[in-house]
């Protein structure tokens, strides 16, 4: 088995970001530099992680990795970073334990990095001596330097992504000679060690590198459930679409609960208040309301945030009336009222198994779940 170290380059400023470090922004569970970190972690063969960081954010990681619960694994470690990213691996590269033989780098700004994508990379760099990951250009490229543009053949071009791996002496000698700052690890070591053999594995289109703010739009999820009691009427409207029954719901608004979970579940994942907020109980303005129209004011909060719907999921639960005939007019309202694909939006309906008020047939309840891009 091989003793692997892993070299996180984090001394960057990120300039083109913004004024935030984009190391210590939010991502996923913790932070962008903590989430790059956690999958090399799942590796019995890395026996160390160096993280080469900026000395004015390095009391702050210690924070975020304790709140991740990693301070106390003891293969973490820090070291200085340098001006550039070539200084910040040589500091990394300085302190590789002493029966460490393959070594991988990453930048510290990729916080996606795959378990797969570095279980290819081990692979390569141990039948190879180096392997480097890259992905294949989809858009034209052209030549701009110099004056006219030119055109270039994408064919035969790369994306160089990281992890890279490498045999440590092979990367250490680079790194020796190198005398220029470099881009990324594949051209140091071409350029002042070029001899042996250089794999390449296919990389992961989702291992972007956080370079400006765009780069780290996250999703969000959001709950809702809401229940109303049926009384005896002409009819009830679950997510927009009236259903013929004896029955109809005691509420102050139209009573649609599928429709009032829907609105509840985008607020959850705005951080905003619930729709009792919005639209209290006690404002006679908003009795016999049209529900689809209220999440229509829902809708206007969630686009000044500069967020859409890019799922849906409704659970309706009720003993009666029956839902199953109306799902799918149920589906047409809602890819409507949210500008949404049908087959992004699921609908199910189940019973309560005669159990307590809904299944009793006193009550219809609905829950939802949003995705929101």
Not at 260 to 285: F, N, R, T, W
């Amino acid at each position: 088995m091989s003793h692997i170290n892993v070299v996180i380059a984090a001394g960057g400023s990120g300039l083109r970001y913004g004024k935030e470090n984009k190391l210590l922004e939010p991502c996923g569970s913790s932070c962008v530099l903590v989430e790059a970190v956690k999958p090399f972690l799942a590796f019995p063969e890395v026996k160390r992680v160096i993280i080469a960081v900026d000395s004015d954010s390095a009391d702050e990681f210690l924070v975020r990795l304790a709140t991740a619960h990693l301070d106390e694994d003891r293969r973490i470690t820090l070291t200085r970073g340098g001006a550039s990213r070539t200084k910040t691996v040589r500091f990394g590269l300085n302190a590789l334990d002493e029966e460490c033989d393959l070594v991988l780098i990453h930048d510290g700004a990729r916080p996606f990095v795959s378990h797969a994508l570095i279980e290819r990379v081990i692979e390569g760099t141990k039948r190879d001596g180096a392997c480097i990951p890259a992905l294949p250009f989809t858009d034209n490229i052209m030549l701009v330097t110099g004056g006219d543009p030119t055109p270039l053949d994408r064919t035969d071009y790369r994306r160089v992504q990281t992890p890279a791996g490498f045999e440590r002496t092979r990367i250490e000698r680079a790194y020796e000679l190198c005398e220029e700052d470099c881009l990324d690890d594949f051209t140091v070591l071409h350029r002042y060690a070029p001899e042996g053999k250089v794999g390449v594995t296919e990389g992961d289109a989702k291992n972007v590198k956080i370079t400006v703010k765009d780069d780290l739009k996250t999703s969000l999820v959001g709950f809702g459930y809401d229940i109303h009691r049926l009384t005896e009427g002409k009819g009830v409207k679950l997510l927009g679409e009236r259903i013929p029954c004896p029955y109809s719901f005691v509420a102050h608004s139209d009573g649609d609960a599928a429709v009032h979970a829907v609105m509840d579940a985008i607020l959850s994942a705005l951080g905003e208040k619930d729709i009792g907020h919005l639209y209290p109980v006690d404002d006679p303005k908003y009795d016999g309301a049209d529900s689809l129209k209220l999440l229509k004011g829902v809708l206007k909060i969630m686009h000044e945030k500069g967020r859409s719907v890019a799922s849906l999921s409704v659970c309706i639960i009720a003993e009666k009336p029956v839902i199953a005939p109306h799902i799918d007019r149920m589906r047409t309202r809602m890819a409507q009222a949210l500008s949404l694909p049908s087959d992004k939006i699921g609908i199910t309906a189940t019973t309560n198994e005669k159990v307590g008020d809904i299944g009793h047939g006193e009550a219809v309840a609905a829950c939802a779940y949003v995705l929101l891009k």
